[in-house]
């Protein structure tokens, strides 16, 4: 930010796009993060990484944690608290945003990208909007309820579904890495989503929740998987990041939201 709230070096929110891993860009977030910065109250971080084009499982994930690394690498210079970053995604974004919080503990998954691999990679908060949480059940579902696995996203990242890369779909969900050292989470997800089904949402949360992690999901009631784009989705994606890195005291309302209409198509 150009004018700071405070003097004492700032929390960071790093801001992880989406794209099914195959496309996208760090500037997609560059508008949420002018917002997070304008407020004073954070320093704003978008973080672009590998696509599948140019490179398979696990770049993607090696390439954020490096730029989790550069940030603590930076933090006295910049005048920021390197023990307060949060991560915060959207589908893509949501999957290695969630794996950055589990995985912390993983030497597997750190990569050894740039000069800063003496640095630690772990955050301390998770935005998790509609994110893919566990490879090894599809990602989409037909109407019979029967998993559907041909999914290009998931074969351009891994190789190959989770049937034909299983230890490859292991590694890459978050789920297999939760610990009782995890970030606080919380999760965004629409009932309705047939990209990233609800029931990714549902067993992070689980999955934390026995770890005795702090965990909370919130439905958006008969929401795609673009219902996460709900402004209440910020705002509460915000007071909970408030409350864990900055010690702002609030009762977060995990009330399920109800998605909102899709805009009209144009002809």
Not at 63 to 82: E, F, G, S
Not at 201 to 214: N, R, S
């Amino acid at each position: 930010p150009k004018k700071r709230n405070s003097e004492k070096p700032l929390p960071i929110i790093a801001l992880i796009h989406g794209g099914g891993w195959v496309n996208g860009d760090r500037l997609g977030y560059a508008a949420q993060a002018i917002q997070l910065a304008r407020t004073g109250d954070y320093a704003a971080v978008t973080v672009g990484y590998r696509l599948t084009k140019e490179a398979r499982w696990p770049a993607q994930v090696h390439d954020c944690k490096a730029a989790i690394r550069w940030i603590r690498a930076h933090a006295k210079q910049l005048n920021l608290d390197p023990d307060k970053i949060a991560v915060w995604g959207s589908s893509a974004g949501g999957h290695l945003s969630s794996l950055l919080g589990t995985s912390g503990d993983v030497k597997e998954l750190e990569g050894d990208l740039g000069p800063n691999t003496s640095f630690s990679s772990r955050v301390q908060c998770v935005v998790n909007l509609c994110g893919p949480e566990d490879f090894t059940q599809a990602l989409m579902f037909d109407k019979e309820g029967k998993p559907i696995w041909k999914d290009d996203a998931v074969s351009g990242l891994l190789g190959g579904n989770a049937q034909e890369k299983p230890a490859e779909a292991k590694a890459a969900s978050p789920v297999t890495h939760v610990s009782k050292d995890d970030p606080p989470f919380i999760t965004f997800h629409g009932t309705k989503d047939q990209r990233v089904a609800f029931l990714h949402a549902l067993m992070i949360h689980e999955a934390l929740g026995k770890a005795g992690v702090t965990s909370a999901v919130i439905p958006i009631t008969d929401g795609g998987h673009s219902s996460v784009n709900h402004p209440e989705v910020k705002i509460r994606g915000q007071q909970f990041t408030d409350k864990v890195l900055r010690g702002i005291e609030s009762t977060i309302d995990t009330s399920p939201l109800q998605a909102q209409p899709e805009p009209p198509k144009t002809k």
